[in-house]
């Protein structure tokens, strides 16, 4: 089934459950947000199948929020039937637009077991620093240079440390599942620009009598990898510290490229996060002016930019978080608004003490929210690079396994990042 089709089914479900509710309440209140309601999905019901995916997917986001709107003001307790079964399908909804054709959920990588890797000092891109912050100290060595990107000019934040020294305290977020046993890496991976990345092998095989050839020995993670033109990327370090990891995460950003086949879905993505900057710039200024775009990118991660659901992982509003991490926000009562709810996650996570915004850090963050399993591996993580040069296939698909021939479908976070620079947006709060 399409995804318009799939949606108009979920919405002329919810329509039913609607209509059935309102014979049966005499507040006022709720009946005006019902007839709402009923108008908005009559509306994205008819028009539904005569739009293209990413347009169809822009009004299932726009019919949550009345749905939404009905079980908030629903005067019955939180057990009643019709509010049950409007939860359910804003439930469904929110699968259908986080795992449909526009996007997914990916799974939470579990975090690898590693060795700490010394200081690899680097030059890293800002975006913004809030005012009143301390210049930092800049480090040496090039920065890779960007096959069709533009690099901005390079600074470096304060040491990885305690809170406020531009780096998020450690994560309480447990991860779903003990790491997984890492098959070996492949060896250099070899990308054209604007196509996915394909292996290749390292050195030649040599062939003994008989003509059976000798398998090439698996490279470890921390072999180089190239793109077309020559330029060297940085290895996939296995450490989980920003200090080791930032020349990397700089040189990777100035080197990625949206694949052509991608464009649309980008596109897409792009304009969600600009219409929703105002929203998302509230909640980054009450937490000491955290990056709206930082905040938006997390949003289309996890919950596919439906404000129907939890920051934390996408589930629905109407109770607290099911999924990892379970049980969020501890405080208040349910349904809980967006912003609440994103503001308790990003807390959670450290956010509102972080005062180093600058590129790297920002990819930092962000694959650290989802986890480091794809680094014990060699492999880049889809959250991401997904829908660029540097990420062909391989992700975590259920509680901790990761399928080596699944790619994501997701645009990862850093693609949007670059998008937004490209059309020239400010990203900061």
């Known amino acids: 089934m399409s995804f318009p089709n799939e949606a108009r089914g979920?919405?002329?479900e919810a329509r039913n459950v609607l209509i059935d509710r309102r014979s049966q309440t005499n507040d006022p209140k709720e009946r005006a947000a019902i007839d709402a309601a009923i108008r908005e999905v009559n509306e994205n019901v008819g028009t539904l199948n005569q739009l293209a995916l990413l347009d169809a997917a822009t009004i299932v986001v726009d019919a949550t929020?009345?749905?939404?709107?009905?079980?908030?003001?629903?005067?019955?307790?939180?057990?009643?039937?019709?509010?049950?079964?409007?939860?359910?399908?804003?439930?469904?909804?929110?699968?259908?637009?986080?795992?449909?054709?526009?996007g997914e959920h990916l799974e939470r990588a579990p975090e690898p077991v590693v060795t700490p890797a010394g200081p690899a000092p680097s030059a890293s891109s800002p975006v913004s620093a809030p005012a009143g912050s301390a210049p930092a100290p800049t480090a040496s060595g090039p920065t890779t240079a960007s096959p069709g990107g533009?690099?901005?000019?390079?600074?470096?934040?304060?040491?990885?440390?305690?809170?406020?020294?531009?780096?998020?305290?450690?994560?309480?977020?447990?991860?779903?599942?003990?790491?997984?046993?890492?098959?070996p890496a492949t060896g250099p991976t070899t990308v054209s620009p604007g196509s996915a990345s394909t292996p290749a092998s390292a050195g030649s095989a040599t062939v003994p009598p008989r003509s059976v050839p000798t398998p090439t020995a698996p490279k470890p993670p921390g072999t180089p990898q190239t793109v077309t033109g020559g330029v060297e990327l940085p290895p996939i370090g296995t450490s989980s510290n920003f200090t080791a990891l930032r020349s990397e995460l700089d040189a990777w950003f100035n080197a990625v490229i949206l694949r052509d086949d991608c464009k649309d879905k980008v596109e897409w993505h792009t304009k969600q996060l600009i219409k929703h900057q105002s929203?998302?710039?509230?909640?980054?200024?009450?937490?000491?002016?955290?990056?709206w775009a930082m905040i938006g990118v997390i949003h289309a991660m996890e919950c596919g930019f439906n404000f129907a659901c939890h920051l934390h992982n996408?589930?629905?509003?109407?109770?607290?978080?099911?999924?990892?991490?379970?049980?969020?926000?501890?405080?208040?009562?349910?349904?809980?608004?967006?912003?609440?709810?994103?503001?308790?996650?990003?807390?959670?996570?450290?956010?509102?003490?972080?005062?180093?915004w600058s590129i790297p850090h920002m990819l930092y963050l962000l694959?650290?929210?989802?986890?480091?399993?794809?680094?014990?591996?060699?492999?880049?993580?889809?959250?991401?690079?997904?829908?660029?040069?540097?990420?062909?296939?391989?992700?975590?698909?259920?509680?901790?396994?990761?399928?080596?021939?699944?790619?994501?479908?997701?645009?990862?976070?850093?693609i949007m990042v670059k998008a937004l620079i490209e059309r020239g947006t400010d990203l900061s709060s």
């Open 65 to 102: 929020k009345a749905l939404e709107a009905v079980v908030r003001s629903a005067r019955l307790g939180p057990f009643d039937l019709h509010v049950k079964a409007l939860e359910g399908v804003l439930e469904k909804i929110g699968d259908l637009l986080r795992n449909g054709e526009v």
């Open 367 to 414: 694959e650290k929210f989802n986890g480091f399993g794809y680094r014990k591996m060699g492999k880049p993580t889809p959250y991401l690079w997904s829908f660029s040069n540097l990420y062909e296939k391989g992700k975590y698909v259920a509680d901790g396994r990761f399928d080596p021939q699944s790619a994501s479908k997701q645009c990862g976070a850093a």
């Open 150 to 183: 533009v690099s901005a000019p390079s600074v470096v934040s304060s040491a990885e440390g305690s809170a406020g020294s531009g780096t998020a305290p450690t994560s309480t977020r447990p991860s779903t599942a003990p790491p997984v046993s890492a098959p």
């Open 314 to 356: 996408g589930d629905p509003l109407t109770n607290r978080t099911k999924h990892v991490p379970a049980g969020q926000p501890q405080m208040g009562t349910p349904p809980f608004s967006w912003e609440n709810s994103a503001v308790d996650a990003l807390t959670q996570e450290g956010f509102n003490t972080v005062t180093d």
């Open 10 to 12: 979920r919405l002329t």
């Open 279 to 291: 929203r998302y710039r509230d909640v980054g200024l009450s937490l000491n002016r955290m990056p």
